[in-house]
């Protein structure tokens, strides 16, 4: 198994453009989840969605959109990348989207530079 | 509002030292505990949970953490560091929000060197 797998491994974008951050989990899982990694802040939740066919905000939602697929895929979108977009994203899942025991499998990241 | 603290960001402990490194949380209800690590250039990797039971909790790698309610923390220790235990800790709580996903709240991270 692969586990949780992102694409791309790193991006550099300039301000105003867009992309799309994909993200696949092959082991059966409900949830998902995007999660953004700054220095000094740890990780700060996007988005997640809960079951296939339903996601919701997270923290810092805003100049993102998401969207389940799938129940294996979950893609992260940026509109119009703005420099404060710079940062390491994190795919997650986890297999129940109601049990606090649940561990979360992460993805490798990517980088994004917004220039 | 839940919140994890992790008082040092930067640690420096020489190898076959122990290591403890600590984690505070604040949350309404019971706990869910958790502390991932991440070596450098890869993601996270769960070292061990606690969610009841005995407060001494067993992980991989040979880390281990007890959860002390008095004390609102939940320490990570390992009693002897190997050089490639030199990595970015994360103490997580989970919290449960009312009909939707479960998610975990991070802390900021506590990085461990390791000289030799």
């Known amino acids: 198994n692969a586990g949780v797998t992102q694409t791309p491994k790193f991006q550099v974008l300039k301000t105003g453009q867009s992309m799309t951050l994909q993200c696949a989990q092959d082991m059966n899982h409900n949830s998902m989840y995007w999660y953004r990694q700054d220095p000094g802040m740890g990780l700060r939740l996007i988005y997640y969605s809960a079951s296939e066919g339903t996601t919701d905000k997270g923290e810092v939602p805003n100049g993102y959109n998401v969207s389940r697929l799938n129940k294996r895929e979950f893609s992260l979108r940026l509109e119009s990348a703005a420099p404060s977009q710079t940062s390491v994203y994190f795919c997650?899942?986890?297999?129940?989207?109601?049990?606090?025991?649940?561990?979360?499998?992460f993805g490798p990241g990517t980088r994004l530079l917004v220039l | 509002a839940q919140s994890v603290t992790q008082p040092d960001i930067h640690i420096t402990v020489s190898e076959g030292a122990s290591l403890e490194l600590r984690c505070n949380y604040s949350?309404?209800?019971?706990?869910?505990l958790f502390w991932y690590v991440q070596s450098p250039g890869q993601g996270l990797q769960l070292l061990l949970k606690y969610f009841s039971g005995d407060t001494l909790v067993q992980g991989i790698k040979g880390f281990e953490a007890e959860f002390k309610r008095s004390q609102s923390s939940f320490n990570l220790r390992k009693p002897s560091v190997h050089w490639s235990d030199a990595a970015e800790y994360f103490c997580?709580?989970?919290?449960?929000?009312?009909?939707?996903?479960?998610?975990?709240?991070f802390g900021t991270g506590t990085r461990l060197q390791v000289t030799l």
């Open positions: 949350y309404g209800a019971t706990p869910y």
């Open positions: 997580a709580v989970g919290t449960l929000n009312t009909g939707t996903a479960s998610k975990l709240t």
């Open positions: 997650a899942s986890s297999e129940s989207r109601f049990r606090l025991k649940e561990t979360q499998y």
